[in-house]
């Protein structure tokens, strides 16, 4: 805290005990979903790399999960670990040692899947996201946006994202957008208009790993 | 409307410009009078308020500085009454315990000297003369011997018998002088002594008269604020300044170790109350706590030092009995300790959780954690504990220039509402000249705008009368300056 901060402690301790409590929830909630299917499997590595860039960035009160996309259809049991930080700093650094370790050991041996559900993570992701109460909600898609489905499972429905902030992280390209970009960019372009569509507070692609912190932009 | 519904010949701008001039012209002439009246009725309007204004402000500015005067004066009295209640306070100490010894001092140096007296008259005796009968010896000596050996014998007998008298008798005179100067050498130790006290006697006098001098300066001081003179109140006035910059300066010190100490507890706090809450959009109530507990350790250093009578800001405290008063300064003090314990304590947690942390963010990153030496990395740690305990402490202190800065802000304070005060007056002063002045210069513009009927009404006049038509100027001149 700088020394400005300090300053405008003043102020704000008269104002507290006036009773003039700030009582929107600041914490920050974020749910990341990993592709595990296909190729992309083998980026696992890096997923774990932005898991721990969240361990290390996320607060006290903030809240995390972490979900793998392989099944035919997304379900809470695609959940690898979700917690919400503690208040209490002390406590807070044990939780995301556990969380750390779980995280390892589910990411240690992945096989890729057969499909990618991705509009069925944003979803449970949405869901996961309101019931925390967060004032803040990211989800984070680490893949790379080509959804697979089977020919029973139905996606073409609206869904709701509002107030959350989705962020597609390294979106490698496929074989076939090599041959043709545009398949790339039509594909990041559909994605961005459905969620959009779906209410999300702003769509955001981020393939530099070493900009994470625009990952965690609080507005 | 069209921008040419003014030109009576559409086609022809100069001849319409022309006409709508004459015409505007007549008009103007007719209403000549009225409109002069206007525009200074306007003038009048406007300025008169804004003077009437200045007035006011130049009154309240009188009356602020009377009252900052009286002030100031009540609260230099005060003060110079008080320094010089002490420095009669340290001069009646001074007295009493020079003075007071003063008689046996005086019996002491008597002695002395009567000691001294008694010791200089015994070495003033003088030794025995010698026997009369020298006379006679020397008569013998004049006696011829002739040869003859019995008298010679006499002779070196009355020689061998007065040989050994001398001696005798010169030992006798060297024991005697031998005894006056040790007489004399035990002077030594009485003079010294007596100069010893004689000495101490004038540094006493002269610090007495120091602090005489100290009080003097004070009572004229005391005397010019009695008397109310402008002197007596700049000085006070330029006290005042400089006691409220100095407390501020201090002030200033005291807030950068109130952010250290806020630094230091203001992560552990959030192991007591939370880290989740929030009381503005970046502002957590940990940090609320932690400036709380800052507040209420300059508290107790304030309680302490009114309990110590140091300060006067709680007048309540400062005239409590002497044992409730002592009660008041052990509970202060107890608590303050035990804040700065529980500081000290938060601090060691700080450093912990920071610790705790950064091993948590090692352990997360790619990069391993360089070895550090033990006992090294321990001293941030007990420098911590220490700045946790000594803080409240000092902390204390700001009670001093608080009270400082109070004081003499009604001086400084005073001294900027009147600077403001007369400002405003001179500023309001200046518009309403401005105002009745532009009523001035627009009246002066009509007329030259109407220029052409003023010089032929003017002819005009000057056909029928060979008096000058000044007397309209003139009047004119005469009510735009009333």
Redesign the interface.
């Given at each position: 805290?700088k020394?400005r901060?300090?300053l405008?402690?003043?102020p704000?301790?008269a104002?507290?005990a006036a009773g003039c409590?700030?009582s929107?929830s600041?914490?920050h909630a974020v749910y990341m979903l990993v592709d595990t299917s296909g190729t992309y499997a083998q980026e696992a590595g890096k997923a774990q790399?932005i898991i721990?860039?969240l361990?290390?960035s996320l607060?006290?009160?903030d809240s995390l999960a972490v979900a793998r996309v392989q099944s035919r259809s997304f379900s809470e049991k695609d959940i690898v670990a979700k917690a919400t930080f503690d208040?209490?700093?002390?406590q807070?650094?044990a939780q995301?040692?556990a969380f750390?370790e779980r995280i390892e050991n589910s990411f240690r041996a992945v096989s890729g899947s057969r499909y990618t559900d991705i509009t069925g993570g944003l979803i449970q992701g949405a869901e996961f996201l309101n019931e925390t109460g967060a004032g803040s909600k990211t989800i984070i898609i680490f893949s790379d946006m080509q959804e697979e489905l089977d020919k029973v499972t139905q996606r073409d429905f609206p869904i709701s994202l509002k107030g959350v902030r989705v962020v597609a992280v390294n979106v490698v390209k496929l074989k076939t957008d090599n041959i043709d970009p545009r398949k790339y960019m039509g594909r990041l372009e559909a994605w961005q208009k459905r969620v959009e569509t779906a209410g999300a507070r702003e769509w955001r692609v981020i393939n530099n790993l070493d900009r994470l912190d625009a990952i965690l932009a609080r507005g | 409307m069209s921008s040419q519904a003014w030109m009576v010949w559409p086609d022809n701008f100069a001849v319409s410009f022309l006409v709508v001039a004459v015409l505007a012209m007549a008009f103007m002439y007719a209403a000549r009078w009225p409109m002069h009246g206007l525009l200074r009725s306007v003038g009048h309007a406007v300025g008169g308020p804004l003077r009437m204004g200045a007035r006011w402000l130049l009154a309240a500015a009188a009356e602020v500085q009377a009252r900052n005067k009286a002030v100031l004066l009540a609260h230099g009295k005060h003060e110079v009454g008080q320094r010089v209640e002490r420095e009669f306070e340290r001069l009646g100490v001074i007295v009493q315990r020079e003075l007071q010894g003063y008689p046996a001092l005086q019996r002491k140096l008597l002695d002395e000297i009567t000691r001294i007296e008694e010791d200089y008259k015994k070495c003033g005796e003088v030794p025995p003369p010698p026997p009369e009968w020298t006379e006679a010896v020397a008569a013998v000596a004049n006696v011829k011997t002739g040869g003859n050996e019995l008298v010679l014998r006499v002779l070196e007998e009355i020689k061998r018998s007065i040989t050994s008298i001398h001696d005798k008798t010169l030992a006798d005179y060297r024991r005697a002088y031998e005894r006056r100067h040790k007489i004399l050498e035990s002077f030594m130790p009485f003079w010294r002594s007596v100069d010893k006290n004689l000495v101490q006697v004038e540094q006493n006098m002269a610090r007495l008269q120091a602090n005489v001098r100290t009080v003097d300066a004070h009572m004229a001081i005391y005397e010019q604020i009695n008397e109310g003179t402008d002197k007596a109140q700049h000085a006070l006035t330029v006290s005042g300044f400089t006691q409220f910059a100095t407390s501020l300066l201090v002030m200033c010190v005291a807030a950068g170790g109130a952010?250290i100490n806020?630094?230091l507890i203001?992560?552990p706090m959030?192991?007591m109350v939370?880290?989740?809450?929030?009381?503005?959009?970046?502002?957590r109530?940990s940090?609320?706590a932690a400036?709380?507990i800052i507040?209420v350790e300059a508290s107790m250093g304030l309680f302490l030092l009114e309990a110590l009578r140091i300060t006067h800001l709680f007048p309540r405290i400062a005239n409590l009995n002497d044992r409730l008063r002592t009660r008041m300064l052990w509970i202060a003090l107890t608590l303050l300790v035990i804040l700065a314990g529980v500081e000290a304590a938060l601090a060691l947690m700080r450093d912990?959780?920071i610790s705790?942390?950064q091993a948590?963010?090692q352990?997360?990153?790619?990069v391993q954690a360089a070895a550090h030496d033990g006992w090294m990395s321990s001293i941030p740690t007990a420098g911590q504990m220490l700045l946790g305990f000594i803080l409240p402490f000092a902390l204390a202190f700001i009670a001093i220039p608080l009270e400082s800065v109070i004081h003499s802000g009604r001086t400084v304070g005073g001294v900027f509402v009147l600077a403001l005060l007369r400002s405003l007056a001179f500023v309001l002063r200046v518009l309403g000249s401005l105002a009745r002045q532009m009523s001035r210069v627009l009246i002066k513009l009509y007329d030259v705008v109407i220029v052409v009927p003023l010089m032929a009404e003017r002819m005009w006049k000057g056909s029928r009368s060979e008096r000058p038509s000044k007397l309209d100027v003139d009047v004119d001149l005469e009510r735009t300056h009333a």
């Open positions: 805290m020394r901060q300090f405008a402690v003043l704000a301790a104002l507290a409590v700030d929107r600041h914490s790399v721990n860039y361990l290390g607060q006290p009160g208040s209490r700093p002390s807070e650094n995301k040692r750390r | 952010f806020f630094k203001a992560l959030s192991e939370g880290a989740g809450d929030y009381i503005t959009n970046s502002l109530t940090e609320v400036l709380v507040f912990m959780l705790d942390k948590l963010l352990s997360l990153s790619t």
